[in-house]
């Protein structure tokens, strides 16, 4: 089996996604890159790539005969706001990048779109997998670029590509960085150490949101799957639960009863999440491979709590 290749290994799904593939297949047979010579934990194969430049990721696939790409060097929506000539270069010239090395040397690629990839246009309660994307935000202009550029690869020169548009990701390893789903970590983590939280989306902005154990088992699920069944290859809707902020509050109060919540919204990030769906219809993914979420917002809070908790006492 050749080796599986992660990019934006240090970021908010690859810290969790790297040692989840090594359970599985394999330290060696797992390489975390990213930009950041952060130092790896031991027992991980690192090479420093920078998407941007496809002499290094060329110069690591060959070097680790890599089969499988797990593409996540990417901004997010709030960064690529604010400069989106970066958000240009690294989220669609690396995937171009990652998309030109695999057709060469014939590497499955997986691609991480969003809900971003909709805008106001798009029906925003139970938005079909096949529907209007005219996003209004760069990161989104950018996931739909992706998207086709996938497909595009896969109909013209038969490469393995496969994607899903995964909603906002609840995790306590990593921070996400510049996001516009970043609330809800943050207000988790808030509520703990502070017992308070300034909110910078409204109260009733609803939004498909996610538990990081469910989205790495969708995407080594859908990178598992039989090929032979993917009919929306790129990219497919993933949901497990939506929610407000309002609402996530609330259950945190069934843990934390004296947390408090108040609002001071920030224009930029609410004029994102007003553009994207409540929530997506995610039927597609749970007939052509089987996906189903474990996590709903109960569950997700009393974990998040509980582990956000035991860092602290450990730290
Ligand atoms: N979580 C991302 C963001 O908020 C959306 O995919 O930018």
């Known amino acids: 089996m050749r080796r599986i290749l992660v990019t934006g290994a240090w970021g908010q799904i690859g810290s969790e996604l790297v040692p989840l593939l090594q359970a599985r297949f394999g330290p060696e047979r797992v390489v975390a890159s990213d930009v950041r010579e952060a130092s790896a934990p031991a027992g991980t194969v690192f090479e420093r790539v920078d998407c941007r430049e496809i002499a290094d990721l060329e ?26 000539s970066a958000a240009r270069d690294l989220n669609m010239g690396g995937l171009h990048h990652v998309l030109e090395v695999a057709r060469a040397q014939r590497c499955a690629v997986f691609f991480p779109s969003s809900i971003g990839a909709f805008g106001p246009s798009t029906p925003p309660r139970g938005t079909p ?18 998207e086709l550029l996938c497909d595009y690869y ?32 943050e207000m988790l983590s808030h509520a703990l150490q502070h017992g308070h939280y300034t909110c910078y989306l409204r109260p009733d902005t609803c939004l498909d949101m996610m538990y990081m154990p469910d989205a790495l088992r969708a995407m080594v699920e859908l990178m598992a799957a039989d090929a032979a069944t993917l009919v929306h290859r790129n990219a497919y809707n993933l ?18 009863p004296e947390f408090r919540v108040d609002y001071r919204v920030d224009p930029d990030r609410q004029s994102i999440a007003d553009s994207w769906p409540d929530w997506m219809d995610d039927r597609a993914a749970r007939e052509e491979w089987g996906w189903r979420p474990e996590y709903q917002l109960a569950d997700t809070v009393r974990d998040m709590l509980e582990r956000l908790e035991a860092r602290l006492r450990s730290a």
């Open 59 to 84: 110069r690591a696939v060959i070097r680790h005969e890599v089969g499988t790409i797990y593409h996540l060097a990417a901004l997010l929506s709030a960064v690529a706001k604010r400069d989106p």
């Open 129 to 146: 997998q096949e529907t209007i994307q005219r996003p209004t935000t760069i990161y989104g202009i950018t996931k739909v670029s992706g």
């Open 154 to 185: 896969h109909t013209r020169f038969d490469l393995d590509t496969r994607g899903l548009r995964l909603p906002g990701l609840i995790s306590y390893a990593a921070p996400p960085g510049g996001g516009t789903t970043d609330y809800a970590v």
């Open 239 to 256: 949901a497990a639960m939506h929610f407000t902020p309002a609402e996530l509050a609330e259950a945190i109060r069934a843990h934390l």
